[in-house]
């Protein structure tokens, strides 16, 4: 059985790799649209 703390810890460093990855993506995105023109 994981501990309340373990499941926080998880949850919380998968909220920070899908945020971190969503921000680089939109940076990414917008860049393109940037060089596009």
Request: hydrophobic residues 40%; without cysteine; aromatic residues 16%.
């Given at each position: 059985?994981?501990?309340?703390?373990?499941?926080?810890?998880?949850a919380l460093s998968i909220v920070?790799?899908?945020?971190?990855i969503a921000t680089g993506a939109a940076?990414?995105?917008?860049v393109q649209r940037e060089v596009d023109r």
């Open positions: 059985m994981y501990s309340i703390k373990t499941r926080l810890l998880v920070l790799t899908l945020t971190t940076m990414y995105y917008s």
